[in-house]
C-alpha cells in the first residue's frame, strides 16, 4: 500500500497516482536533531511524515537565539508546501525530534501533481483553513489572554493531537523540556516553570523533568482556563 495514502492532503486521490508520485520522490530517515532545512533556504521540496514515533518541529529563532515552535508535525501530516506554493524561500526551521519516516517530494512533482488533480487543491484548502483558523486563534490569545491561559491552550492542543491515555491523564508525546514549552509561546523558561510548579501542585498535571514527560491529569480544568472555544 503507497504510503500517501494515509497522508491528509493525499487521501482520496487514485493510488496509482501517489504511487507515481512516490516513485519520483526519496524516503528520508533524518536524524534526530539535525536540521531538515532552515530558514532562507531554498524550497525545492514537500515532506511528508510517512511513519516513526517522533515528530518534526516547526519554528524560529531571533538573532538573540530565542526560540518560537510554530507547529509540530507527525504521520500523516505534510511541510515545506508554502515555499514550493509560492517560489519563496523556507519561512522557518524544520527539525526532527526522535525518529520520523519522512517522503521527500519534489517541488516541480507536487506542483504537477497540484495542477492535475482538483482534489488535492481541495484537500490543502482545508488543511491551509485548519491552520489560518489555529493561528488566528493564537495571535488573538497573544494580544488579550494571560500566558497560563495560552500555556494550557498549546499544551491541550498538543495532547490532543498526538497524546496518549494513561492511568494518570493526557501524556504528550515526546519530549518536552521547560524551555520547549516556553518556545511555545515565546516566553521565558523562568516564566513557564512558575507556571508548572503551580499547576503541579493543583495536581493539574505530573511533570518529570528528567524525562521532559508532560502529562494532563485534570484536562477539564485547564480547558476552563482556556475557555470554550475549540481548540
Given at each position: 500500500?503507497?504510503?500517501?495514502?494515509?497522508?491528509?492532503?493525499?487521501?482520496?486521490?487514485?493510488?496509482?497516482?501517489?504511487?507515481?508520485?512516490?516513485?519520483?520522490?526519496?524516503?528520508?530517515?533524518?536524524?534526530?536533531?539535525?536540521?531538515?532545512f532552515a530558514e532562507g533556504d531554498?524550497?525545492?521540496?514537500?515532506?511528508?511524515?510517512?511513519?516513526?514515533?517522533?515528530?518534526?518541529?516547526?519554528?524560529?529563532?531571533?538573532?538573540?537565539?530565542?526560540?518560537?515552535?510554530?507547529?509540530?508535525?507527525?504521520?500523516?501530516?505534510?511541510?515545506?508546501?508554502?515555499?514550493?506554493?509560492?517560489?519563496?524561500?523556507?519561512?522557518?526551521?524544520?527539525?526532527?525530534?526522535?525518529?520520523?519516516?519522512?517522503?521527500?517530494?519534489?517541488?516541480?512533482?507536487?506542483?504537477?501533481?497540484?495542477?492535475?488533480?482538483?482534489?488535492?487543491?481541495?484537500?490543502?484548502?482545508?488543511?491551509?483553513?485548519?491552520?489560518l483558523r489555529r493561528t488566528s486563534?493564537?495571535?488573538?490569545?497573544?494580544?488579550?489572554?494571560?500566558?497560563?491561559?495560552?500555556?494550557?491552550?498549546?499544551?491541550?492542543?498538543?495532547?490532543?493531537?498526538?497524546?496518549?491515555?494513561?492511568?494518570?491523564?493526557?501524556?504528550?508525546?515526546?519530549?518536552?523540556?521547560?524551555?520547549?514549552?516556553?518556545?511555545?509561546?515565546?516566553?521565558?523558561?523562568?516564566?513557564?516553570?512558575?507556571?508548572?510548579n503551580a499547576w503541579r501542585a493543583?495536581?493539574?498535571?505530573?511533570?518529570?523533568?528528567?524525562?521532559?514527560?508532560?502529562?494532563?491529569?485534570?484536562?477539564?480544568?485547564?480547558?476552563?482556563?482556556?475557555?470554550?472555544?475549540?481548540?
Open positions: 500500500m503507497t504510503a500517501l495514502l494515509a497522508v491528509t492532503p493525499f487521501k482520496g486521490i487514485d493510488p496509482r497516482e501517489l504511487d507515481r508520485i512516490e516513485a519520483m520522490s526519496r524516503i528520508l530517515e533524518p536524524r534526530d536533531g539535525i536540521p531538515i531554498e524550497a525545492d521540496a514537500v515532506y511528508a511524515v510517512i511513519g516513526g514515533t517522533g515528530h518534526v518541529r516547526i519554528g524560529a529563532t531571533d538573532r538573540g537565539s530565542k526560540g518560537l515552535m510554530i507547529e509540530i508535525f507527525g504521520p500523516g501530516d505534510i511541510f515545506g508546501e508554502i515555499g514550493v506554493i509560492d517560489g519563496s524561500t523556507r519561512s522557518a526551521d524544520a527539525l526532527p525530534e526522535g525518529r520520523v519516516r519522512l517522503l521527500r517530494i519534489p517541488g516541480h512533482v507536487f506542483l504537477d501533481a497540484l495542477n492535475s488533480h482538483a482534489l488535492l487543491g481541495a484537500n490543502l484548502s482545508r488543511m491551509f483553513a485548519a491552520r486563534i493564537l495571535f488573538r490569545d497573544a494580544t488579550f489572554e494571560s500566558l497560563e491561559a495560552r500555556l494550557a491552550r498549546q499544551v491541550l492542543y498538543l495532547g490532543r493531537r498526538e497524546g496518549r491515555r494513561t492511568e494518570q491523564g493526557l501524556q504528550l508525546a515526546g519530549r518536552f523540556r521547560q524551555s520547549d514549552l516556553a518556545d511555545l509561546l515565546g516566553a521565558t523558561t523562568r516564566s513557564i516553570i512558575t507556571i508548572l493543583d495536581g493539574l498535571v505530573i511533570y518529570d523533568a528528567a524525562r521532559a514527560q508532560l502529562t494532563l491529569c485534570r484536562e477539564a480544568e485547564l480547558q476552563r482556563l482556556v475557555g470554550p472555544e475549540t481548540i
